[in-house]
């Protein structure tokens, strides 16, 4: 297995569908002419010789599983607690639900610097954009990454432009404000968002941290390295224990197949038994994996189109499954759930009793991995991929 790093600047990219060379951040131009949304990404990291009881946790506590091979930008991201959640029915006041055998675990990404996963992304995507010369990053965002991108901006003296639109809530604005950002409010929803933040990249030449491409093949490849580190906390916390699946919010599949790829470079190196199964956890109104899954045939699985409706989980929504998540979940045997906004949002507020409070988009996780706690007898871990505080006067809705 090839590694990674260089040492001779970021490494180089080739589209996992087609394996072309791919130069830039809009995903593969041969497969984008199909329709279909590819990321190019680096090469996998080999672990052989890395003690997993000693990794530190975090993107940078194995730098050289990395892309890049410049100075560490971080804040302390990662080492995020696991959680574990009450299953028993009767304590959750649900008499006529079956108790579950299985555990139920919440990684709660809330604890990271800017209160969301994002950190792990924006932590290597900065880093490789320093090391390129560049001296502004941007982003597209609703809110967290734009959060993550402004503060690690701002930690390694670059600077920052967000690029959001008229539904980001109030904190999160306030919070990417306050974080020393350019924050560019775009009237249209996320597809004027997007198109503003593709405009600027190729008329500036700033260094885009977000995806802005159609179709998406999802975000900076070199930032969705920071989410394998998701994966090898977790191999290290369960201590030998098979996890039975990985519930992970879902919409372009950074995080998905971030985890799926560091559980990979995992295996290879004997550093896990198995592999946990990969799944997409979707709100119903927009469910692009849990529609292409339906589809027996791959060809017709990656070429799946959904009418994508707003929901509570506004953080997720894409009218196409991105082909990194689809592959993930082939890889690991995976699916995709998609839950209904009643059953995500009245998960939020059980949650919020057990004393977690989760952005809405992470209980749609949490509630499409009780489904699975009766189909698996080893843990299942859902991804909480954001605190819940940023989007106070939003919930509910």
């Known amino acids: 297995m090839t590694t990674a790093r260089s040492g001779q600047g970021p490494s180089s990219l080739h589209c996992l569908r087609c394996g072309l060379p791919v130069t830039g951040f809009a995903g593969c131009p041969r497969c984008a002419a199909e329709g279909i949304g590819a990321n190019a990404m680096p090469p996998l990291a080999d672990l052989d010789g890395l003690d997993l009881a000693s990794y530190p946790g975090g993107p940078w506590g194995w730098p050289e599983t990395l892309p890049v091979s410049g100075p560490p930008v971080t804040l302390g991201e990662g080492g995020t607690p696991n959680v574990r959640l009450r299953t028993d029915p009767a304590a959750l006041g649900d008499g006529n639900a079956p108790e579950c055998g299985s555990e139920l675990w919440v990684k709660y990404e809330g604890g990271n610097p800017t209160g969301s996963h994002k950190d792990r992304a924006m932590a290597v995507g900065v880093a490789a954009a320093a090391e390129t010369g560049a001296d502004t990053v941007t982003a597209a965002s609703s809110g967290n990454a734009g959060a993550a991108a402004a503060a690690y901006a701002g930690r390694a003296g670059l600077r920052c432009v967000v690029f959001t639109d008229e539904g980001v809530p109030p ?8 974080l020393g950002a350019e924050q560019v409010r775009v009237e249209g929803g996320f597809r004027a968002r997007n198109a503003a933040l593709a ?4 008329e500036h030449g700033w260094y885009p941290l977000t995806s802005y491409s159609s179709p998406s093949p999802g975000g900076n490849p070199y930032a969705n390295e920071g989410y394998k580190s998701v994966a090898y906390e977790l191999a290290r916390d369960f201590a030998g224990r098979r996890i039975g699946a990985v519930v992970v919010p879902t919409s372009r599949a950074d995080l998905l197949a971030g985890i799926e790829r560091g559980f990979r470079e995992l295996a290879a ?46 953080s997720l929504g894409e009218e196409r499954p991105c082909w990194q998540g689809l592959d993930a979940l082939w890889r690991s045997g995976g699916t995709a759930v998609a839950v209904a906004e009643k059953e995500f949002v009245t998960e939020q507020l059980r949650l919020a009793e057990q004393g977690l409070l989760l952005e809405v988009s992470s209980s749609v996780a949490v509630s499409a991995a009780r489904r699975l706690l009766r189909e698996l007898p080893e843990p299942v871990v859902a991804i909480g991929t954001a605190t819940g505080m940023k989007g106070l006067g939003t919930a509910g809705r």
């Open 199 to 202: 405009q600027a990249v190729e």
């Open 171 to 178: 904190a999160m604005a306030a919070q990417i404000d306050l």
């Open 269 to 314: 190196a004997g550093l896990v038994s198995a592999a946990p199964r990969m799944v997409a956890a979707e709100p119903a109104g927009a469910a692009p994996f849990t529609a292409a899954l339906r589809h027996a045939d791959r060809a017709a699985q990656e070429r799946t189109r959904v009418i994508s409706h707003p929901t509570a989980a506004f």
